[in-house]
């Protein structure tokens, strides 16, 4: 072979591989940078109240200088909680019936729509919410538990986004299932399980690290959205005790009030306070997720 040659194969080599250490390093260094920026950008309230009156308090009155972060966090979560309690069963059995019992003809019908309802805007969710969700709560369902409900609920803002993560869930469960070998399912049969047998015994447990990586990805999707559960929420700063009543999730909070308190430096300081707990609530979800899905990783090996 020339030596020329061989040396500009080996150029190219060392070149793509710094290329692709260098947008790493970048994917890493962006996300430093905004948690470095969110916590800058938060350092006037923390210099004027402590982290524990912060997280812990419930009382949110901005111009008296109480700002109570605890409602803002429970309701996060509360509503992310019930969206997956919501779209995971949904998501898991359609995706092992799309990809295990239904017949061709039929996926090719079910992928597009799942691709189209992936792709509708959140504030399409939100007026569906408004208009169909929220009524069905506060006339129908909700008055055989409670005396009163707005509709505006923890449970509305719960079941929105159920539908509004379910297609991506659907989607990305369907794609795990499909790359199980054949060969396991085949090995099944010869020995005499049913269907149901082998997913259940079978595919889900081969695909058991790609459905929980399916679930934090789409919990991590669950934690940022806003328009749609803003819609739907009832924006009431305090701890939800029931499924009936109104909430305020984090992206919520920063979304109706950034932009128009800048006037207010310890305002602004607390939404951005708002963000960076939300971005820190994301960091942790994710690393334990992956400690997680390792433990379950190396026991389905052993």
Not at 216 to 223: E, P, Q, R, T
Request: hydrophobic fraction near 55%; proline fraction near 5%; aromatic fraction near 14%.
């Amino acid at each position: 072979m020339d030596l020329s040659l061989l040396q500009r194969r080996i150029f190219k080599d060392k070149a793509v591989r710094w290329i692709m250490l260098f947008l790493t390093a970048l994917s890493l260094f962006l996300l430093v940078a905004i948690g470095i920026g969110l916590f800058f950008k938060s350092r006037l309230i923390l210099s004027e109240q402590s982290l524990w009156s912060l997280l812990s308090g419930s009382a949110w009155k901005p111009l008296s200088g109480e700002f109570g972060f605890l409602p803002f966090i429970v309701g996060t979560l509360f509503v992310t909680a019930l969206s997956i309690a919501i779209a995971l069963p949904i998501a898991l059995l359609s995706a092992i019936f799309l990809t295990e019992y239904a017949y061709s003809w039929m996926k090719r019908i079910v992928f597009p729509i799942l691709d189209i309802l992936a792709g509708i805007p959140s504030v399409v969710y939100g007026v569906w919410g408004t208009l169909i969700i929220v009524p069905w709560i506060a006339d129908k369902f909700g008055p055989r538990f409670v005396d009163y409900t707005s509709g505006y609920t923890v449970l509305a803002s719960g079941v929105v986004l159920g539908v509004m993560i379910l297609p991506i869930l659907v989607s990305l469960l369907i794609e795990i299932f499909s790359i199980i070998p054949q060969d396991f399912r085949e090995a099944s049969a010869s020995l005499g399980a049913t269907k149901w047998q082998t997913c259940s015994k079978v595919v889900l447990r081969k695909a058991m690290p790609g459905i929980v990586a399916a679930v934090v990805l789409s919990i991590s999707k669950a934690f940022g959205e806003t328009i749609a559960v803003l819609m739907v929420c009832g924006n009431f700063a305090a701890i939800p005790h029931s499924l009936f009543d109104p909430c305020y999730p984090l992206p919520a909070l920063i979304a109706n009030n950034y932009g128009e308190m800048l006037s207010l430096p310890l305002y602004e300081s607390a939404l951005m306070f708002a963000a960076f707990i939300l971005f820190f609530i994301i960091l942790v979800f994710n690393i334990i997720s992956h400690w997680i899905l390792r433990n379950i990783e190396r026991s389905y090996k052993m």
